[in-house]
């Protein structure tokens, strides 16, 4: 790592030593935390550090800590190097940092009106031991801190059991996708219903709800068969991510603006009143892989193409193996080389030499796991068709896993306190939705939560020794 590599000179610098560092110290409560004072003169006791982001936004997650005799206060904790890294990094500006609770700095005083702790005169050891001790792989272990109250139970089950426990809540999580299924299919139908719920995942984390709403839009507005060009200018459109100002990067970019814009003039008075304002959609600190309209550009095929439905149907008829489930899918919705976005990320990136894939591999198993899959039990569990209910669960439990997130990684942590292998996204799915059914109703002290409980009496019952 960078600090570790720069350690003896900055160590030894009376200058401050890195931000990393000192984010090492706060999440491993490096610190004499009885003795601790924010620059106010309150005393600050630490109930819980929070959750280490290492995402965009404030440092640590859902921290406790309690100032003088006030209530406990749950939060977010920021750590700068100076208390004016919070105006000079633009925290004061931006919302994502409006549950920070306490300023984490070297030294210095209160300047922005948050409380503020100081490091400098705290450490439980001299920062050059202190710094020795983290650069060790004692440093890159999870702090005690992090582990759940479920762990212990959780301990005493054997890999097997803790795939059966996992499995069952996800088959939870199926149940409760297609659910939504069922009823937004009651309001407009079936391939409709698919249609909202492929553009909600193709939405990805930030930008379900926007897409969902040109799904909407284009459902409402009868959108009749169209050439994909046509569609891909009326997605853009009515999204508002049409570029305002032609590319000058390249003349294929700027080629293809004039003709989306050309195509879009057209249909203006019809469907510009939709338009959605540009400022509905999260675009910072999103990969160009995931950016909406890159997305809307495929799914403009999919629409021109007509048959999208009817091909899924032949997918999940036909008997694959589970090895090869996600290849299928992959080649039925990414079927076509697009003469612009084929090779382009984005309006203004430069043409690359290499084909660029329209859906990677995690985001076919995104569109699997929240649209697909969910649909087609919906649909079956409906018609009382209980083997194709059974093929839907046997694909979701056995679909390759996906790609890691932060939300699987605090939960694997805080269940398990270790790392862990993920064979299946039916096993992720089962971690997520122990996430959302638990963790996301206490807090990082794991209050009233009823999952250790629930975890004994399974053990308790014998249903752990059937696995
Ligand atoms: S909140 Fe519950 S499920 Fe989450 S880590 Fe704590 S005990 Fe485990």
Request: aromatic share 8%; with cysteine.
């Amino acid at each position: 790592m960078a600090w570790r590599a720069q350690r003896p000179a900055v160590l030894h610098d009376a200058a401050a030593p890195p931000e990393r560092l000192l984010q090492a110290i706060w999440r491993h409560q490096r610190l004499r935390r009885d003795g601790l004072r924010a620059a106010d003169g309150r005393t600050v006791r630490v109930l819980h550090p929070g959750f280490w982001n290492r995402a965009a936004g404030p440092d640590f997650r859902e921290a406790i800590i309690q100032l003088a005799d006030e209530p406990p206060r749950s939060g977010d904790i920021e750590v700068d190097v100076e208390p004016a890294g919070w105006h000079g990094h633009g925290h004061d500006r931006n919302p994502a940092f409006s549950r920070v609770i306490l300023q984490v700095v070297w030294r210095g005083a209160r300047q922005n009106g948050l409380p503020t702790l100081a490091l400098a005169d705290v450490l439980d050891a001299p920062l050059e031991d202190l710094a020795h001790w983290l650069g060790s792989d004692a440093e890159s272990l999870p702090p005690a801190n992090v582990t759940g109250h479920c762990n212990a139970p959780l301990k005493e089950l054997s890999a097997e059991q803790i795939g059966a426990l996992l499995r069952e809540a996800a088959m939870v999580r199926l149940r409760t996708k297609a659910e939504w299924f069922n009823t937004v299919a009651r309001q407009i139908g079936w391939e409709q219903a698919l249609w909202i719920g492929l553009f909600r995942a193709l939405g990805y984390k930030h930008n379900t709800w926007p897409m969902q709403r040109v799904a909407e839009l284009l459902l409402d507005l009868n959108t009749p068969s169209l050439p994909f060009h046509q569609f891909q200018a009326r997605l853009l459109g009515v999204a508002g991510l049409l570029p305002a100002e032609l590319p000058r990067r390249s003349r294929q970019a700027e080629d293809y603006v004039r003709q989306l814009w050309d195509a879009w003039w057209r249909e203006r008075d019809r469907f510009g009143e939709h338009s959605l304002p540009r400022g509905i959609w999260r675009l910072g600190g999103l990969r160009p892989a995931n950016h909406p309209a890159r997305r809307l550009a495929l799914a403009a095929h999919w629409l021109a193409n007509g048959k999208l439905a009817r091909n899924l149907e032949s997918w999940f008829a036909e008997a694959v193996p589970a090895s090869e489930f996600a290849e299928l899918l992959s080649r039925l919705l990414c079927p076509v080389t697009d003469e612009f976005w084929s090779w382009h990320w984005g309006f203004t990136s430069r043409r690359s030499e290499k084909p660029l894939p329209l859906l990677g591999a995690a985001r076919v198993t995104d569109l699997a796991m929240n649209a697909v899959l969910p649909w087609f039990h919906a649909r079956a569990a409906t018609g009382g068709n209980e083997s194709a209910q059974r093929e839907t669960e046997r694909r979701w439990l056995a679909w390759p896993a996906g790609e890691d997130n932060a939300v699987l990684r605090l939960t694997r942590q805080r269940l398990f306190a270790r790392e862990r292998r993920w064979r299946t996204a039916g096993e992720q799915q089962g971690l997520l939705q122990i996430a959302r059914d638990f963790c996301d109703h206490s807090n990082a002290l794991c209050e009233h939560c009823p999952f250790p409980d629930l975890v004994r009496s399974w053990i308790a019952s014998g249903a752990a020794q059937a696995h």
